[in-house]
């Protein structure tokens, strides 16, 4: 039983310039930008999802957000459920998306919340940290549902007729809208909705389970929520991306050291015109290297016997590189690889082609992508993809509701 509640929202006040207060996630943005969005304006939401010490300062940042909110920086919605939209650019067309920003209540995940990734300690304590501090979630994480009759976005066409509370314009030209849901027609049906759903955890692993174990720890009732963007599963605004792998110099692998898993196939395609659809009858992965284009078809032994995961999970094109390659070729984690610092991950193939060019990286593993529906089948037969298998687009902003603990 999945259970979802609205909520008293704390959000910038409306006289200050919303464009430049907004940034990405707190987990996507790289090191090198991070000044960039700190120094957009002294109230910039990423003051205090990354805050501006190294290393990270809680008790400074926890003193910031009281301040904002003492100053009325920040400011107190009235309880409500909260839609928010995206409009963006997709190629050559304008596409949009709607979710649902609610509180969730916490469980232990794999029966009603679906994890498909693994987690590391570090990310999970630095948010842990953040929570004991502020008792606040500063940007949601986001969640999958199944809506196959589309009976929310029906209410999300009605909603969007009224006066949104928050529209702002991205630094990417996204545009991002938000209204308050608080009538009690629409708060009944949304908690109702939701009790026979199952929830894919899409962003935000690391927060959740920071929160259960805060919960656990605190065993206080008002931490058994974590405030959650909902999106339905059958948006077509909702884009799974793949995750490109390139590698600098040193890393070093032999073109025939493939063949102890793959037949090779050369390629007479550009790298960007590479076919990236993923094919359960026909897997495969690429390999780009000295200018060349390399299909590599995992054969049919590669497959282990293993009682943990579907034959499904063993052909996803993650599964293939980290199982055939890194630990089946040179018996390494891509852990241990991404520690060493000879990997760079990448969503756009017009960028690791621009990488390959460069004089740091010679080689890069492409992936196919994913699709979402096998995302969530796994997810529900509680199977998790290995790490950075999906990206999840576009990704929520940060700085349009917080939601503040009671207590």
């Known amino acids: 039983m999945v259970k979802v509640h609205p909520f008293s929202a704390l959000r ?10 907004i940034a990405p996630p707190y987990d996507v943005i790289p090191k090198e930008e991070r000044e960039k969005y700190l120094g957009m304006h002294p109230y910039n939401i990423t003051h205090l999802t990354l805050g501006d010490s190294l290393p990270v300062n809680y008790e400074e940042i926890k003193e910031l957000f009281l301040k904002w909110i003492d100053s ?5 919605e009235s309880p409500g459920f ?3 939209k995206q409009e963006f650019q997709w190629g050559d067309r304008y596409e949009y998306n709607y979710g649902l920003i609610a509180l969730l209540e916490l469980e232990p995940l794999g029966e009603n919340i679906l994890p498909h990734e693994h987690t590391f300690s570090g990310p999970k304590l630095d948010r842990l940290e953040l929570l004991r501090k502020l008792r606040a979630n500063l940007e949601p994480i986001w969640g999958i549902y199944e809506d196959k009759d589309s009976i929310l976005r029906s209410i999300w066409r009605e909603a969007e007729k009224e006066k949104p509370i928050i529209k702002a314009h991205g630094w990417d030209y996204r545009i991002h809208t938000v209204w308050k849901l608080d009538k009690d027609n629409y708060v009944n049906l949304l908690e109702n909705f939701f009790l026979d759903k199952k ?3 899409a ?3 690391h927060r959740y389970e920071a929160s259960w174990l805060y919960y656990e720890e605190s065993k206080d009732p008002n931490a058994k929520y974590i405030m959650m963007l909902m999106t339905d599963l059958y948006d077509p605004g909702i884009k799974l991306l793949p995750t490109h792998r390139v590698l600098k110099n040193n890393i070093g692998i032999e073109l025939n050291a493939f063949r102890k898993y793959f037949d090779l196939y050369l390629e007479d395609n550009k790298i960007e015109n590479l076919d990236l659809s993923f094919k359960p009858n026909n897997p495969y992965i690429y390999y780009a290297v000295d200018n060349k284009l390399f299909k590599l078809v995992p054969k049919a032994d590669y497959i282990k016997e293993n009682k943990e995961h579907s034959e499904l999970w063993w052909i996803l094109p993650t599964t293939i590189l980290h199982k055939g390659v890194w630990e089946g070729i040179l018996g390494k984690t891509e852990n241990e690889l991404q520690e ?7 969503h756009d193939i017009k960028e690791v082609k621009s990488l390959l060019y460069s004089s740091d990286y010679k080689s890069a593993f ?3 992508s994913i699709p979402i529906e096998i995302v969530y089948t796994l997810a529900v037969n509680r199977e998790r993809l290995p790490q950075k298998s999906t990206y999840f687009y576009p990704k929520p902003v940060s700085g349009l509701i917080i939601w503040r603990m009671n207590g």
Do not use: C
Request: charged share 10%.
């Open 340 to 346: 060493k610092g000879v990997i760079r991950f990448s």
């Open 72 to 76: 009325q920086v920040l400011i107190t």
């Open 203 to 205: 962003d935000g692993h």
């Open 12 to 21: 910038f006040n409306s006289e200050l310039p919303i464009n430049s207060l």
């Open 366 to 368: 492409v992936l196919p």
């Open 82 to 84: 909260y839609l928010y």
């Open 199 to 201: 929830v894919l955890i």
